[in-house]
Every structure is written in C-alpha cells, then in structure tokens.
C-alpha cells in the first residue's frame, strides 16, 4: 500500500472508479477515518455509534465513489457524504433520544471548593456542548464545520449543495439557535 501514497486523493478516486481496487481504497480509509469518525460522533455523541457510522459511510463512499466528479476536493466530497448520510440516520431515528452523559454541575465541579480559572472555562465549555445537543443536528454541523473545522463558506456550499446567501442564512439561524439553547440552559 505504501507506492499508494504517493498518489493524490483525487487519482487514488479516479483508479479505483475504474478498477473497484479495496486495496486502494484502504488507501483513502487510512487518510480520511480519523475525519469522518469525528463528523460522526459530533452527531451521536457515542463512540460505537460513531465507529458503526463511520464503517456505513466508507462502504457507502467505496459504492458512490464513480459519482465523484471532481468539481470540488475529494475531502469536500466526502464531507459531504459524512453529514448526508449522518443527518439521514439521525432523521430516521428521531425517536431514539441523544443521551446526555454529563453529571449535575455541583458534582462535577464540587462547588463547595474553591474554583479556578480553568474550572470557570471548562463550565462554559460543557454548557456550550450540552446547548449543541439540544439544537437540531443540521444546524449543529453548520456550526461545528465552521468554527471547529474551519470549512469555508464556499466549501460549506458544496457540503450542503445551496447559495452562498443560503449558508450564511443558515449560519446565522444556528447561532440564534445556539445562543437560545446556551441561555436556557439550567445553571
């Protein structure tokens, strides 16, 4: 596999378009896994749920992979893909209920002690990730893929397939959504 590396994501795409090599497309599990099993757990918030996902998505990609055109990165593609087929399940499943691990805020942090700087930071990041849970998974990604993965907009178009205006449109609901969620959140 290692005379594979060498090779650009975009021609490892194109030969196995052609020749349905698993070898190669091992290849593009190795460089890309680590990206979609993030993608996914950013939607399930489990990590055997992401694994699962992530193996759903490569198999799903290695079917797919001839309708990759080439309009945009393979990386952009396959983001693209990763939250489809994440935003599909979540959809499908919409009784199943995210699970939130997190303890009460008293026991966490035993505020009976004396807190620090970090302590303080490290609330605002748990509340910050307990008012992403409660926010709609689409909107959620459109946040996350911005500000954590610092997709641009115009990759963020390819991504989601919609305007410009659309983008940032949506961009802007999720923060309202996202300041809502965070402010109504019991302390």
Not at 7 to 17: G, P, W
Not at 36 to 60: M, P, R, S, W
Not at 131 to 147: C, H
Request: glycine share 2%; with cysteine.
């Amino acid at each position: 596999m290692e005379k594979y590396n060498d090779l650009s994501d975009e021609d490892l795409v194109s030969k196995i378009s052609e020749t349905k090599d698993t070898v190669l497309f091992g290849v593009l599990y190795d460089r890309f896994e680590h990206l979609v099993y993030n993608k996914c757990f950013g939607f399930v918030n489990n990590e055997a749920e992401a694994k699962d996902l992530t193996q759903d998505i490569f198999l799903h990609a290695f079917i797919k992979i001839s309708t990759f055109k080439g309009k945009s990165r393979f990386s952009t593609w396959l983001y693209s893909v990763t939250y489809n087929f994440c935003v599909n399940y979540l959809n499908r499943d919409k009784e199943r209920k995210i699970s939130n691990h997190s303890k009460d805020i008293d026991e966490e942090y035993n505020l009976s002690v004396e807190v620090n700087d970090y302590s303080l930071y490290q609330m605002k990041v748990d509340r910050l990730e307990k008012a992403l849970l409660k926010i709609p998974p689409e909107d959620r990604m459109v946040l996350q893929m911005k500000y954590q993965d610092d997709v641009s907009i115009k990759e963020l178009q390819e991504v989601l397939e919609i305007s410009e205006s659309a983008v940032k449109m949506r961009r802007s609901r999720a923060k309202s959504k996202i300041a809502e969620a965070y402010n109504n959140l019991e302390i």
